[in-house]
């Protein structure tokens, strides 16, 4: 089948605590495309007692999200679904992500968009819009909420 595409801004990036996920040949492939960030901006939090970041599916609150685009097969996209819990704890919707890095700066007077898939949530309490928002996640950054791996749980 054609490879889609999946736009991650929490854990799953590069250097962030799940991205060997998105490594491993035994789960599928996934090849990295590009940076991007979303063209309608969402509040993105860290909440629960696991520091987990959850994009709110609440677009036009908070910031346009930065992430890293992939293309994966059909076999990572079910791995990923199982590894997020999905539709259960993050709902996997579509976004529209502008390209960004090589090429994209430079004498492109458009700016290079696509069609992605993302891990959001759709349903949560209410007092997580509340939240405060971010617009890079890195697990280890200046909020303090330093996220807890599932294998310490
Ligand atoms: N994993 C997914 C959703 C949030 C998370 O931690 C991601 O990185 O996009």
């Known amino acids: ?3 889609v595409f999946v736009f ?3 854990t799953l990036k590069r ?3 799940n991205h060997a996920v998105l490594q491993d040949s ?3 492939c996934a090849s990295f495309h590009s940076c991007g960030r979303t ?3 969402f509040p993105l939090v860290i909440a629960g007692q696991h520091n987990v970041p959850y994009l709110l599916h609440l677009p036009g609150k908070g910031y346009r999200v930065r992430g890293e685009v992939y293309a994966v097969d059909e076999k990572m ?3 990923l679904d199982d590894f997020e819990d999905c539709p259960t704890m993050y709902q996997r919707t579509p976004a529209t992500i502008v390209l960004e890095g090589e090429g994209q700066e430079a004498g492109c007077p458009q700016e290079a ?6 891990y959001s949530k759709a349903t949560y309490p209410p007092e997580w819009v509340h939240l405060p ?9 200046a909020h303090g909420l330093r996220y807890n791996p599932r294998e310490n749980r």
């Open 8 to 10: 991650v801004y929490g």
């Open 15 to 17: 250097g962030q605590p």
């Open 39 to 41: 063209l309608e901006p």
């Open 26 to 28: 035994a789960h599928g």
């Open 1 to 3: 089948m054609a490879c």
């Open 113 to 118: 968009t696509l069609q992605c898939f993302l």
């Open 133 to 141: 928002y971010h617009d890079n996640y890195d697990s280890k950054g």
């Open 77 to 79: 996209l079910r791995y």
